[in-house]
T-cell receptor, first 114, second 111 residues
Framework: SQKIEQNSEALNIQEGKTATLTCNYT??????LQWYRQDPGRGPVFLLLIRENEKEKRKERLKVTFDTTLKQSLFHITASQPADSATYLCALDIMNTGFQKLVFGTGTRLLVSP | DGGITQSPKYLFRKEGQNVTLSCEQNLNHDAMYWYRQDPGQGLRLIYYSQIVNDFQKGDIAEGYSVSREKKESFPLTVTSAQKNPTAFYLCASSPDRGRAFFGQGTRLTVV
């Protein structure tokens, strides 16, 4: 069956450290992989998109890697801050019978303590 | 101001009632999506649409219906056949193969 797995346990780290979140998928062949941030009671907000032919993408303190052989993406936040505390969702851009659809993982909650 | 608007923010439904959630976008995006989110869970895809007058079932379409009569609008009806409709509903739009823009969500509660 098709699955997108993210660590369901919250990740607790200290301010200033690097947070690393994992997204693993099975039985999908995504052309794109995206990461979103979601705060409680609000819609997700787009952070980064990486294509299947790209190994790494950076934006300010954020870095995403994409390994299509391992079927895994890693999302890093360097020099983390309490304001980075949120739930982070990965999403796969899938072509299904000629139609594009966006499917999400379950999300990982990040807690950054001062 | 460009964006995607969902209404209402909170909605209460009696048992056996159909309710319709509104989603409007002025971003000129072709693709639109409806997701359901339960507490502590990720987003599950209900329906999606790539063009006007066409839409596809997602992973949990049973008990829901949609229409796409205009590019800007993609309303979701939660029918009485949906046995557990209490959830947070999110609408999104995206350009072709690009990032998704989400609305603020509608929290539906069965009373």
């Amino acid at each position: 069956s098709q699955k997108i797995e993210q660590n369901s346990e919250a990740l607790n780290i200290q301010e200033g450290k690097t947070a690393t979140l994992t997204c693993n998928y099975t039985n999908y062949s995504p052309a794109y992989l995206q990461w979103y941030r979601q705060d409680p009671g609000r819609g997700p907000v787009f952070l980064l998109l990486i294509r299947e032919n790209e190994k790494e993408k950076r934006k300010e303190r954020l870095k995403v890697t994409f390994d299509t052989t391992l079927k895994q993406s890693l999302f890093h936040i360097t020099a983390s801050q309490p304001a980075d505390s949120a739930t982070y969702l990965c999403a796969l851009d899938i072509m299904n019978t000629g139609f594009q659809k966006l499917v999400f993982g379950t999300g990982t909650r990040l807690l950054v303590s001062p | 101001d460009g964006g995607i608007t969902q209404s209402p923010k909170y909605l209460f439904r009696k048992e056996g009632q159909n309710v319709t959630l509104s989603c409007e976008q002025n971003l000129n995006h072709d693709a639109m999506y409806w997701y359901r989110q339960d507490p502590g869970q990720g987003l599950r895809l209900i329906y999606y649409s790539q063009i006007v007058n066409d839409f596809q079932k997602g992973d949990i379409a049973e008990g829901y219906s949609v229409s796409r009569e205009k590019k800007e609008s993609f309303p979701l009806t939660v029918t009485s056949a949906q046995k557990n409709p209490t959830a947070f509903y999110l609408c999104a739009s995206s350009p072709d193969r690009g990032r998704a823009f989400f609305g603020q969500g509608t929290r539906l509660t069965v009373v």
